[in-house]
């Protein structure tokens, strides 16, 4: 099984501002809610966990590393969020102005689809592509595994994971932090 989640809150998740790859720490909530994500995980039975670099990610993998007794993390850039260009560090209520093309969900999710440096969903995607590929080589060998990266992560991995257009899966909304995934 592949179960991917969300990290913690951030300072910049908590004051609504774009962070991309910029490296934001968790602040107590988000490790608050790192520790529910790895009591919601003892009960997966995860065996292996992965994670973006970023800060964020590795520390939310971590709490969730300890709390399992799972004492390696594979760290991979690849798993790192998308770019979010000259949006990073911006406003989230900026997104529609800031950008070239937005995708609406619903009220609370906004997707940038492109614009002003943007690393697009199509560009994510095929970056990830080689990633999904070796997380279901690993599988194999595993009964389950984490990935604990980053909202637009998840989604593209949704994505050729279910082998559909992108825009379907951004249309089902936002993960909020610590969210978890399972690929079925």
Known sequence: MIYLA????????????LNGQF???LIEQGEKEAEILAKKARMLRIEEIYSSQLIRAF???RIVATTLGISKITSLKGLNERDFGKLTHQPVSKIIELSDVVLRAN???????????????PKLIQRLKPIYHELVKWRYSKESILVVSHGDVMKALETIHRD???QQV???GHYPNCHIVHLK
Do not use: Q, W
Not at 112 to 119: A, F, N
């Open 6 to 17: 969300r990290h913690g809150r951030s300072k910049y998740n908590n004051e609504e501002l």
């Open 23 to 25: 490296d934001d720490p």
């Open 59 to 61: 520390v939310t993998a």
């Open 107 to 121: 009220e609370n999710s906004i997707f940038c689809l492109s614009g002003l440096g943007v690393e697009t969903f």
């Open 164 to 166: 559909v257009d992108y």
């Open 170 to 172: 951004l249309m089902e």
